[in-house]
């Protein structure tokens, strides 16, 4: 079984930063990739970064050079720093992670965080 812990969700005035955490803990060989999701109310989930184990990462068009995200993986937590936050970034994120469960299946699994809200008031 594969837990992840999301914290940091907050409300924040247009133009703050807010720092999101997820640690996945439980029954995990490796992890391949992590990222946050977010969705805002009536709209569908959408991508805002990812980060693979190789340092490579990618993010939306609408949060490029506002948010960072970065993983520790020694702790197997993934972090989302948010800057220049805009009432448009109001939503639910949610962290996910692929990874494995044993050395002897090779099959990428994928879990989600419960979500944390976060709100941006003008």
């Known amino acids: 079984q594969v837990q992840l812990v999301e914290s940091g969700g907050d409300l924040v005035q247009l133009g703050g930063s807010l720092r999101l955490s997820c640690a996945a803990s439980?029954?995990?060989?490796?992890?391949?990739?992590m990222g946050w999701y977010r969705q805002a109310s009536g709209k569908q989930r959408e991508l805002v970064a990812t980060?693979?184990?190789?340092?490579?990462?990618t993010y939306a068009n609408s949060v490029k050079g506002r948010f960072t995200i970065s993983r520790d993986n020694a702790k197997n937590t993934v972090y989302l720093q948010m800057n220049s936050l805009k009432p448009e970034d109001t939503a639910v994120y949610y962290c996910n992670v692929d990874l494995r469960v044993t050395r002897w299946d090779e099959r990428q699994y994928r879990y989600w965080g419960q979500g944390t809200q976060v709100t941006v008031s003008s």
């Open positions: 439980g029954s995990i060989f490796s992890i391949n990739a």
């Open positions: 980060a693979t184990s190789g340092g490579s990462t």
